[in-house]
């Protein structure tokens, strides 16, 4: 067989270690073949035993609102952090134009990184009306030469207590959100906003993706409701709980019987390492707790796990990239786990299990699947997710879409 692409000389993410190095075929956007000494190719890549994997998976970030930093009121005041509010007093300042030249921006910098596959969040509320979905959503045909993105719309506001918000949700989904979101922490009802989506989910028959149970204790936890809502109308598989920042407050003897509850349900967890940790722990001004839900403890109790981007440059998160990989590697840091093991769980939590979340069957390198594949300055997953290797090329379906070169030291 004559090949498209050939990526030689090419290391997968799950080889072992003594494993020698193979090549990757790539005919018509799919992987054809994955052996050593493929035959020929219009374009032929030399890999120097660098690690392939599969684009990286983000599950929750939040395109709309990335890059506003500079519009936004800046405070000295650390408690409260006020991110909502400060984002909530500019909306009115944001267009269709406005939101697509912003996210363009953000979403350009995670391709360069090697995502390939993607989930932003949208809010709509009678301030911003749909103006931040309809910007997102316009990204979906612009940049499918390099990403696949669907768009979950969210209540950031509140829902029961915000009114014309519901119509816009609605109205979002259908326009085209395949995923349905909520953020019940800043409505006067928290149990009302979650049993709504679910309303929503069902009638339209999207997953759902919810900001939930932040906070500096375990009481109430809404997870548990989100739990029992998945198992009575039977979405297990189809739910993600973002955040979940409650958990990181409880013994793991409480935690145990959570993660057993959402392992059953089908409720998978998501962390945003970067907000979580910015956000939290603002109640004290000393030995200030993580806010980081350890998330290989979960994984090792049977719930699917992500770590995704969340907000970019804006009150929310003032910092980032789009760099996924570091968000991973920070979660490890700030969760202690260093174990080979644990570091190759986390790996996972940016593609395969992310991927999972998203209910993506054809992700992986694997023949037949398609050629979204990420070459990294690494010889193996364990050590890209160390170092935080950069990304040296990405190909979407066989086409090249990222182009980095390795770095060069001039020594005298």
Known sequence: MDFDLVLRNVRLADAQPDRPATDIGVKDGRIAAIAPRLGNAKEEVEGHGR???SGFVDTHIHLDKSCILGRCEHTTRRNPHLAMERVSAVKHTFTVEDV???ASGTIEKCIGHGTTRMRTHAEVDPKVGLRGFEGVKALIDKYKWAIDLEVCVMPQEGLTNNPGTDELMVAALKDGATVVGAAPNYDSDRAAQIRR???MA???DVDIDMHLDSGASAEELDTLLVCDLAEKYKWGGRVAVGHVGKLATMPFRDLDKVARRMADAGVAATVLT?????LGGRHTDHNVPRNVVDLNYLTERGVTCSVGSNNILNPFTPFGDGQLLRQVNMHGIVTQRGND???KALWDMTTSAAARLMR???YGVAVGNPADLVVLDAPDS???LRTVAPVLAAYKRGRRTVTREPVRLHKP
């Open 202 to 204: 069902r009638e339209f």
């Open 382 to 384: 364990i050590t890209a």
């Open 341 to 343: 093991d644990e570091v």
């Open 51 to 53: 690690l392939v994997c």
């Open 360 to 362: 993506k069957d054809d």
């Open 100 to 102: 697509i030249e912003r």
């Open 197 to 199: 989506v679910f309303e």
């Open 274 to 278: 970067a907000t979580d940790l910015y």
